[in-house]
């Protein structure tokens, strides 16, 4: 007898590797599709949005960048940054924001996932491939490790680290390719208005924005998309 065959549903998850909340989003999302497991077969793919696209090329010290920011004092940030941190660190992850962490700019990042993603594309990858392998492990080398992840060679260790050909990467960051599509992809999200990360697209049409706790997204996919296909 053949098993019934599993619906898809894909995910675009619109975030920045700059963005803590993002982080968080997913390891929360990860709980959702765990939930849904043998119901849902879940496709994610990663769209870039830079949160700071004019930042320069040597970053900004974290914590001045989010006090000139969102006006806020210094003893705000360090509440911030350190409730931020329990989160994190209640769902699986590490910050180690340490005196020195800075924020970088992300557009290169941007450029090695959007290669990722065609790759991934191309080869018709499961659930989770390796664009979203790349995706976590710079955000584990931007806010565990502190490593600077504006750096070419940092991006090319980073991205030979989930298997992907380092020569390549580095050519790709040497040169302008993928370049248009960041900036292509960007500019379609803001016309969807997406003006916030992490911003989750579920089936091509049902927004979800921000890092929502599980109950939240199951609700949506059991009400809004289950329900509608059934």
Not at 141 to 148: E, G, I, V
């Amino acid at each position: 007898m053949t098993e019934p065959r599993v619906p898809r549903l894909s995910v675009d998850i619109v975030s920045d590797v700059m963005c803590p909340w993002c982080i968080i989003g997913w390891l929360k999302f990860r709980q959702v599709m765990d939930h849904f497991d043998g119901r849902l077969d879940f496709r994610v793919q990663w769209h870039p949005f830079e949160l700071n696209p004019d930042m320069p090329p040597e970053g900004e010290d974290a914590a001045e960048h989010v006090m000139r920011k969102y006006g806020i004092s210094a003893e705000q940030s360090r509440a911030n940054t350190g409730r931020l941190a329990g989160v994190a660190a209640d769902l699986g992850f590490a910050f180690n924001r340490g005196p020195e962490f800075r924020m970088r700019n992300s557009f290169d990042a941007h450029r090695l996932l959007t290669w990722a993603g065609a790759l991934e594309e191309a080869e018709q990858a499961g659930p989770t491939g390796v664009q979203t392998a790349l995706k976590l492990a710079l955000f584990t080398a931007h806010f565990t490790d502190n490593r600077d992840v504006s750096d070419h060679a940092v991006l090319a260790d980073v991205a030979a680290s989930v298997g992907l050909d380092r020569a390549r990467a580095a050519t790709i960051l040497a040169s302008g390719e993928f370049g248009e599509m960041v900036r292509t992809e960007e500019a379609y999200w803001a016309d969807q208005n997406i003006t916030g990360v992490p911003a989750f697209i579920l089936g091509g049409r049902m927004l979800v924005p921000g890092a929502q706790d599980p109950e939240v997204f199951i609700r949506v996919i059991e009400n809004k998309i289950l329900a509608a296909a059934a």
